[in-house]
């Protein structure tokens, strides 16, 4: 026997979960949908994307989590970024970043993975969201009124649209044989959360040095969170150093602006490949996060930027449902894709920019970076468009507003 659903979910992670507590709570319990979330992890602590990483929110993406009734919960969990400095290193160009400057009370915070993960799963614990896992979709159908899926566990399922919440290597768009785009930067990333003799004081540091940018994240109990994006060919040499000389080189390249570093956690790499999925929507799905598209860190942009694909989702899908149209009909779906494809290739080709002129030692680019944050440290006009970006403000989306009481 199939069984109904007016939404699945394939993904509970970052997105799919939020994706589906949105809409629970912006439709309230009178038009609530009934959602499936197809998930292959047995729990948030074995799910890739609650892991030990942290992410930067963005202002833009908190304004969002308030409208959508998170962000009371958010920030008892979150650090906030009072400044963020960016530098090169061995150079004389730097920039600045201040709350004041856009009158906002911060410009981003930062959040555990696993922090957050267990907040969503305990908000949609009092949904009526039902759960597939661990579970994972074998075969995909799409038909004229829906889409058909079948699950390992031998479960079918149908509903009138399914969103892909899969991350980078989306199961529904390899079912569907949907072309992506990767671009391989030839980089890695080492992450770690390092503790350091002067406090962080609430500042996001990017630093540009002659091994890649480094990231340093403020955290909680006066940790910081490091991103260090590096050629992969030098990436294994740095992972066998011992905590002692990893924390020695890490001093050499990022400088003494924290004090001295004094511990590491574990360490962890990963490649760093950019992967754009070809179309945001297809018959009856929708792509979201990183199953849409997976950029590269060195701007912090990528979950902020697949928030507002949820965003622009939950206010396209709560609308159908309020003027009674099919939620997975292709004009739902284009008014999706239209709202995000000016914000997505944007982002997409900022970020692909940073990585260009950031992470490269070609003397006239280190020259123009330098002359860049130089001239943006002095003047504000160079400085908004970058910030305003950071902030989330590049691209406005419709305010979210519950149309009955929340759930």
């Known amino acids: 026997m199939k069984q109904q659903f007016d939404l699945i979910i394939n993904g509970g992670g970052m997105a799919g979960a939020t994706l589906a507590w949105g809409l629970n709570y912006i439709l309230g319990t009178e038009k609530a949908l009934k959602i499936a979330i197809i998930e292959a992890s047995i729990d948030e602590q074995n799910h890739a994307g609650f892991d030990a990483r942290v992410i930067a929110l963005s202002y833009g993406?908190?304004?969002?989590?308030?409208?959508?009734?998170?962000?009371?919960?958010?920030?008892?969990?979150?650090?906030?970024?009072?400044?963020?400095?960016?530098?090169?290193?061995?150079?004389?160009?730097?920039?600045?970043?201040?709350p004041q400057e856009y009158q906002v009370p911060h410009l981003g915070y930062v959040v555990e993975l696993a922090d957050s993960g267990k907040l969503?799963?305990?908000?949609?614990?009092?949904?009526?969201?039902?759960?597939?896992?661990?579970?994972?979709?074998?075969?995909?159908?799409?038909?004229?009124?829906?889409i058909d899926i079948t699950l390992a566990g031998g479960e079918q399922l149908c509903a009138p649209l399914i969103v892909a919440a899969?991350?980078?290597?989306?199961?529904?768009?390899?079912?569907?044989?949907?072309?992506?785009?990767?671009?391989?930067?030839?980089?890695?990333?080492?992450?770690?959360?390092?503790?350091?003799?002067?406090?962080?004081?609430?500042?996001?540091?990017?630093?540009?040095?002659?091994?890649?940018?480094?990231?340093?994240?403020?955290?909680?109990?006066?940790?910081?969170?490091?991103?260090?994006?590096?050629?992969?060919?030098?990436?294994?040499?740095?992972?066998?150093?011992?905590?002692?000389?990893?924390?020695a080189t890490l001093q050499q390249a990022f400088g003494y602006r924290l004090g001295t570093f004094e511990k590491t956690g574990k360490r962890v790499s990963y490649p760093l490949i950019q992967t754009l999925t070809s179309t945001l929507t297809h018959h009856r799905v929708a792509f979201i996060g990183n199953a849409a598209q997976a950029l590269h860190p060195i701007a912090g942009q990528g979950f902020n930027l697949g928030l507002r694909d949820v965003a622009a989702l939950i206010h396209q899908l709560s609308n159908a449902v309020r003027d009674g149209d099919d939620i997975g009909s292709f004009?739902?779906?284009?008014?999706?894709?239209?709202?995000?494809?000016?914000?997505?290739?944007?982002?997409?080709?900022?970020t692909s920019g940073?990585?260009?002129?950031?992470?490269?030692?070609?003397?006239?680019?280190?020259?123009?970076?330098?002359?860049?944050?130089?001239?943006?440290?002095?003047?504000?006009?160079?400085?908004?468009?970058v910030a305003h970006q950071m902030l989330g403000w590049n691209h406005r989306l419709p305010t979210l507003k519950q149309h009955h009481s929340a759930s």
């Open 120 to 146: 969503l799963l305990d908000k949609l614990s009092q949904t009526s969201v039902t759960w597939f896992r661990p579970n994972n979709i074998t075969q995909l159908t799409q038909t004229i009124e829906g």
């Open 61 to 98: 993406s908190r304004q969002i989590l308030e409208q959508i009734g998170l962000w009371q919960d958010y920030q008892r969990i979150v650090t906030p970024i009072n400044d963020i400095s960016v530098t090169d290193r061995g150079h004389c160009g730097q920039t600045t970043l201040t």
């Open 166 to 247: 899969d991350g980078g290597f989306s199961t529904v768009r390899t079912l569907l044989n949907l072309s992506s785009e990767q671009t391989n930067f030839e980089q890695s990333a080492i992450i770690a959360n390092i503790s350091t003799s002067q406090p962080h004081q609430g500042i996001a540091y990017e630093r540009f040095s002659e091994h890649g940018p480094i990231a340093l994240l403020p955290m909680s109990q006066g940790r910081s969170s490091l991103v260090w994006s590096m050629q992969t060919s030098d990436i294994e040499s740095v992972m066998a150093l011992d905590n002692a000389k990893f924390l």
């Open 331 to 350: 004009k739902s779906l284009n008014q999706y894709r239209e709202l995000r494809e000016q914000d997505r290739s944007n982002t997409i080709l900022a």
């Open 354 to 385: 940073l990585v260009t002129i950031f992470s490269n030692q070609h003397w006239p680019l280190v020259v123009g970076r330098n002359i860049g944050l130089s001239l943006s440290n002095c003047i504000s006009a160079l400085k908004k468009p």
